[in-house]
């Protein structure tokens, strides 16, 4: 994973909102398509590392400097690396959100079984089993799985797109373009087998930023 080096409360409302899954049915492939899906998410200042600051009620997430917030030791936080989860786990439905972001990021979701406290395994977003990541390069795109990369040479976006078919095992990643009509293009999409609840997450480096989006009025 490049440099800079970079588990929590389940809410169950909104995946108790969300209609009976069904499969078999064609993927999402334009942002409307994508939307049908919308979940919200919130950032769980319980997995934050120190050195990450939440705010805007919480969908905002710093590293401005090594300043370290005083959050309480707890068994869910990363330890090590500066990560974070959201509250809200995805199990047996699709869900998609979108993330504005600057600086050196690593934009993904966590097995809710992933490491978090660097023993013996990387807790690095994308750099073991149970995590599944894409960031900015400066060049172009890489995604990351159990510490393999693709680079991807797409344009750089500022806002990016994330789905989950939790049952089918998918995780797609995509660029949102566009002011007004907004569209999104793959940048990389994964094929796993989730046994269990995967979790929104965020590896976040000096000087830089998530901020994740509220769905359109």
């Keep these: ?6 588990a929590g ?4 409302s909104a995946a108790e909102e969300k209609p009976p899954y069904e ?6 492939t334009t942002r409307a398509d994508f939307m049908k899906y919308w979940f919200p998410i919130s950032l769980d200042d319980k997995t934050a590392q120190k050195l990450l600051w939440i705010s805007e009620g919480s969908s905002k997430v710093a590293r401005t400097s090594d300043a370290v917030c005083p959050y309480p030791n707890r068994p869910e936080r990363y330890d090590d690396s500066p990560q974070v ?9 699709r869900g998609y ?4 972001y600057g600086g050196w ?13 660097d023993r013996g395994v990387s807790c690095g977003l994308g750099e073991n089993e149970g995590s599944w990541g894409v960031g900015w390069s400066g060049s172009c795109y890489q995604a990351w799985h159990n510490g393999d990369n693709v680079d991807v040479p797409l344009p750089s976006s500022s806002t990016m797109g994330v789905y989950v078919d939790q049952p089918a095992g ?8 566009g002011d007004s009509e907004k569209e999104v293009r793959l940048i990389h999409k994964f094929k ?24 359109d009025e």
């Design 1 to 6: 994973m490049p440099v800079p080096k970079k």
């Design 9 to 12: 409360r389940k809410g169950s």
């Design 23 to 28: 499969p078999n049915i064609p993927e999402p």
């Design 85 to 93: 989860l959201c509250k809200e786990g995805l199990e047996g439905f």
């Design 97 to 100: 959100w979108e993330v504005d």
């Design 105 to 117: 990021v690593v934009i993904g979701v966590v097995a809710e079984s992933a490491p978090r406290k």
């Design 170 to 177: 998918v995780v797609a990643f995509l660029s949102v373009e």
């Design 192 to 215: 796993a087998q989730f046994q269990e609840k995967v979790f929104p997450g965020f590896w976040i480096g000096t000087n830089s930023y998530c901020l994740i989006r509220k769905r």
